[in-house]
């Protein structure tokens, strides 16, 4: 599928769609802060038979529940306007949640949060089928809930884990030079700038250590056995990647590489945006993600029958 955007691509959802929102507080420690949004006309409280399901999305790096460039506002607001909720919150000592006591590592405390959240759709709004979205980090506070809990019945994991296969490096040491526009950017003259002053031998300043950030992914077999938990209970998964994360994956086809058997063909879509930066800050793009996004959630079987009280 192609995902360029269209000229009549939004970064909003679509006009006319109204959403209810509220900020809510959850948590053991009734610290957790989030902002649900409620489809219109559509109970704020559990108790009634209708299907619902929610959209949870927590904190990108140190960016808080709105999101870089307001994403998560806007793509809550799209969900509602498909007839699902949407939960946005901050993860505990980030934005305006606050800490949380104990020993629990970042990572621990993080899935705790989410787990919590999860905990407080269902009992609030009766909500038992959950899609997570992470981007970058946030695939990393997503990806363990998602592959232990049951409610979880999907995820949208934005730039999130890659890992090199056979096709992957036959494409970029083939194709990428065939390609007119990397040319393009190497001999544009701030491109050489940059390539010169990366030559130039190192100060004894330049050795210093630099803070950097860096990510701890699972090992390939640790994430094809995890994918294969998810799917094997029918949990569909959307894969996302921009242009940013194109010197780690280069191919539609490379997720399937990598899973093999894992999943089935119909429960997991790959997305490629090749001209996104990795938060959409350009308006078309986003729109376009918007677009692939909303496709994907109504795309989903008809909902169980919640029983919450």
Same mark, same amino acid.
């Given at each position: 599928?192609? $995902?360029?955007?269209?000229? $009549? ?34 109970? %704020? ?13 927590? $904190?990108?790096?140190?960016? *808080? ?9 806007? &793509?809550?607001?799209?969900? !509602?306007? +498909? ?94 030079? &065939?390609? +007119? ?14 390539? =010169? ?10 050795? %210093?250590?630099?803070?950097? =950030? ?22 569909? +998964? &959307?894969?996302? =990647?921009?242009?940013? =994360?194109? !010197?780690?994956? $280069? ?26 930066? *990795? ?31």
């Amino acid at each position: 599928m192609s $995902n360029e955007p269209t000229p $009549n691509a939004t970064a909003g959802p679509p006009a006319g769609v109204s959403a209810a929102e509220r900020a809510v507080l959850f948590g053991p420690h009734r610290g957790l802060v989030g902002v649900v949004t409620q489809p219109a006309g559509a109970p %704020a409280a559990a108790g009634s038979p209708t299907p619902r399901r929610a959209v949870v999305m927590a $904190n990108i790096g140190l960016s *808080h529940h709105v999101g870089p460039f307001r994403l998560y506002v806007d &793509l809550a607001r799209a969900a !509602a306007a +498909l007839g699902w909720y949407a939960l946005r919150f901050d993860l505990s000592g980030l934005g305006d949640s606050l800490p949380r006591a104990g020993a629990a590592t970042t990572s621990e405390q993080a899935a705790a949060d989410v787990r919590a959240a999860l905990d407080w759709v269902e009992s609030s709004l009766g909500v038992r089928e959950v899609v997570l979205v992470g981007l970058c980090s946030g695939v990393d506070t997503m990806h363990p809930v998602a592959v232990a809990d049951p409610r979880v019945v999907g995820a949208v994991f934005v730039d999130g884990y890659t890992y090199p296969t056979l096709g992957y490096h036959v494409r970029r040491h083939t194709l990428r030079y &065939l390609q +007119l526009e990397r040319w393009r950017r190497f001999v544009r003259p701030r491109s050489l700038r940059r390539r =010169f002053a990366r030559a130039a031998p190192a100060t004894p300043a330049d050795d %210093a250590p630099q803070p950097v =950030f860096q990510r701890e992914y699972p090992t390939r077999a640790r994430f094809r056995a995890d994918v294969a938990e998810m799917a094997a209970r029918r949990a569909r +998964l &959307l894969f996302v =990647f921009t242009g940013t =994360f194109d !010197a780690s994956f $280069n191919s539609e086809r490379q997720m399937a590489e990598v899973l093999g058997r894992a999943v089935r063909r119909d429960q997991m879509r790959v997305a490629v945006f090749p001209r996104a930066d *990795h938060l959409f800050s350009a308006a078309a793009h986003r729109g376009a993600f918007f677009a692939c996004v909303r496709q994907w959630l109504a795309e989903f079987p008809p909902a169980a029958r919640g029983t919450a009280a």
